[in-house]
Nanobody
Framework: EVRFVNSGGGLVQTGGSLRLSCAASGVTFDGHDIGWFREVPGKEREGVACSSHEDGKVYYADSVKGRFTVSSDNAKNTVYLEMNFLIPEDTATYYC???????????????WGQGALVTVSA
């Protein structure tokens, strides 16, 4: 069974930083696309970043471009999302997956594991 354990969330002030971690089981990140997503109740799921295995590039949503960075540690089968210059609009529960599909038919990405709650205070 594929599971993702997201951690590193917390409460931070505007302008602060957090580093999220996502450890996978049942799938190896190496050789797959890596997607980071965020969910806010009542809003559509947003794709934050996609690390493409095919071209080796990372694509970021305009809302986080220049502030968020994706990295990975294949030995640990773990990926990271470095978040800097956080703003209240970044408040959400964050999830990673071993693909970049929004999976809009899935009510919550919690289906594959607990997300990391990030709260940015004004």
């Amino acid at each position: 069974e594929v599971r993702f354990v997201n951690s590193g969330g917390g409460l931070v002030q505007t302008g602060g930083s957090l580093r999220l971690s996502c450890a996978a089981s049942g799938v190896t990140f190496d050789g797959h696309d890596i997607g980071w997503f965020r969910e806010v109740p009542g809003k559509e799921r947003e794709g934050v970043a996609c690390s493409s295995h095919e071209d080796g590039k990372v694509y970021y949503a305009d809302s986080v471009k220049g502030r968020f960075t994706v990295s990975s540690d294949n030995a640990k089968n773990t990926v990271y999302l470095e978040m800097n210059f956080l703003i209240p609009e970044d408040t959400a529960t964050y999830y990673c997956k071993a693909d970049c599909l929004l999976d809009t038919e899935v009510p919550s990405l919690e289906r594959w594991g607990q997300g990391a709650l990030v709260t940015v205070s004004a």
